[in-house]
């Protein structure tokens, strides 16, 4: 089935410094989505990505599509105590639009 | 706050019994997505409905079942419960169901079995 990789698993890092992280698949998709997900809470849809190659911010957040279809970053510029959580890729593939395959999750932690 | 609600927030089963979990979608969202997530793990599809009608289906057993009413609310129930489905269960509203939907997420139910 389709799966998705996502890396780090874990950042630990200083307020201020930028944040990196991204998702590969081994099948093509058509819509990548990021979302951000807090204790207690579902996971908050970040940005949300539709065709290959497109690069979409919101505020200090970036993400972009891969002009393979099969991977996506997200950046996080000079990062803030409120960053904090777990950061998930989402995909939507070619069958099945009804279905997101999330990936494993990158968990950010932030020291002031 | 996405609008979408689940009840009950906890819930603590034993091993073979059964459970409902309910979600009322945002105002105006046609379809419902359940997903299952387990500890540390990103959530899995279950099932969609949409328009009252089973929509799609993950890779989950038979007694994972599901029930959209014409409010577009949802129930999802697990029978024959075994220990793997402690988990947090989050449903998902979107006005339709397509590629470009966006599925709005609800705060979830955590499920221990025991």
């Known amino acids: 089935g389709q799966q998705l990789n996502q890396s780090p698993q874990s950042m630990f890092i200083q307020e201020g410094e930028d944040v990196s992280m991204n998702c590969t698949s081994s099948?093509?998709?058509?819509?990548w989505l990021w979302y951000k997900q807090e204790p207690g809470e579902g996971p908050v849809l970040l940005i949300a990505?539709?065709?290959?190659?497109e690069l979409t911010s919101n505020g200090r957040l970036t993400a972009q599509f891969g002009i393979t279809r099969k991977d996506s970053f997200l950046n996080i510029s000079a990062s803030i105590p409120s960053d904090v959580g777990i950061y998930f890729c989402?995909?939507?593939?070619?069958?099945?639009?009804?279905?997101?395959?999330f990936g494993q999750g990158t968990r950010l932690t932030i020291n002031p | 706050e996405t609008g979408v609600t689940q009840s009950p927030t906890h819930l603590i089963k034993t091993r073979g019994q059964q459970v409902t979990l309910r979600c009322s979608s945002q105002?105006?969202?046609?379809?419902v997505s359940w997903y299952q997530q387990a500890l540390g793990q990103g959530p899995q599809f279950i099932f969609q409905y949409y328009r009252e009608e089973e929509n799609g289906r993950g890779n989950f057993p038979p007694r994972f079942s599901g029930l959209q009413f014409p409010n577009y609310s949802s129930e999802l129930n697990v029978n024959a419960l075994e220990l793997d489905d402690s988990a947090l269960y989050l449903c998902?509203?979107?006005?339709?169901?397509?590629?470009?939907?966006?599925?709005?997420f609800g705060p979830g139910t955590r499920l221990l079995v025991l």
């Open positions: 105002s105006g969202h046609n379809t």
């Open positions: 099948s093509i998709f058509n819509t």
């Open positions: 989402a995909g939507r593939g070619i069958q099945g639009a009804q279905k997101l395959v």
């Open positions: 990505l539709y065709k290959a190659g």
């Open positions: 998902a509203s979107s006005a339709t169901s397509g590629f470009q939907e966006t599925q709005y």
